[in-house]
């Protein structure tokens, strides 16, 4: 009788039993993936397919006429010496400094103001919000009428005995004037999500503060803050990310003036796909700000990931 050796006989066969879970997995999923198809489609269509299509514009000259021409790195290499390109990422860059300094503090005050507050809480919400629903032909043109050198800031201004201010039309007050717009505007939905995470931190903790003495500065810097300080951390980050692509208030007050200064990268690339009709370059232009944009997004992640560690 001949004996069996370890070559005949090999690893159980476990193919089927591996196809049978995919198969039953899939029937289980079936109607949720079914469900998911037109999100994915939208997203796909809508979000990567422009994304690839940027890509590779920015390496053609587009004409719609006589046929896109493939110029390689010629639409980058017009980009980098172009000097409008670099007034508009100082101007940027400007603009991101003024966000910080005027605007982003704004709503945590606000939060943490009206969680504060013991009556009245939800009318001081409301109308914290409110300027935020406003549509932004109405809103331009309420600011512009603030702005206007008869309107009522100056009334104010000169009935204080001093000289009316420019906002619209002075290089140096041009870009903060935009700025104080938007911070208006735009505080209150960031103050609801800080006020959401001020609201969430146990009263139990503000209790005992108070039993041992603190007063209302000291429960703040030492308890309120740090409990939000992942918050802010994240909101931090995504306005940076928000003030280099704004571009509707430059635009529309001011149309990148008075003498370019309000022209920001966003602004300078609508206007090089729009009205110059250079797509190429355009496209360039938006893949140097993908590719900053997504370092800064990885290295906020990254920061996260090592805090949370």
Known sequence: MEQSTPAMYGPPNTAPKRKSRLARGTRKYFWGLLFLLPAFA????????????????????????????FVGFDN??????????WIAVKNTLYYMFLALVIGFWVPILFAIAISELRRFQGFVRVAAYLPNVLPLVVLYGLWR??????GPINF???????DPVAFMTNTKWSMISIVIMETWQSFGSAMLIYLAAVLSIPRDW????????AGVWN??????LPSISKLIGLLLILQIIATTQ???????MLDGGPNKATLTYSLY???NAFTRLDFGVASALGVLMFLVLGGIGVLQYRLQRKGEN
Do not use: C, M
């Open 42 to 69: 939208i997203f796909i269509l809508f979000l990567w397919v422009p994304i690839v299509k940027g890509f590779t514009y920015s390496f053609y000259h587009i004409d719609f006429v006589k046929g896109d021409n």
């Open 76 to 85: 980058y290499k017009a980009v980098l010496s172009d000097s409008d390109v």
């Open 145 to 150: 009428w603030f702005y206007d050198s008869v």
């Open 156 to 162: 104010v201004i000169t009935k204080l005995g001093l």
């Open 206 to 213: 503000y209790e005992a503060a108070e039993i041992d003495g």
């Open 219 to 224: 429960r703040i810097r030492y308890i309120t």
């Open 246 to 252: 704004g571009y509707q208030s430059q635009y529309a």
């Open 269 to 271: 690339i609508v206007k």
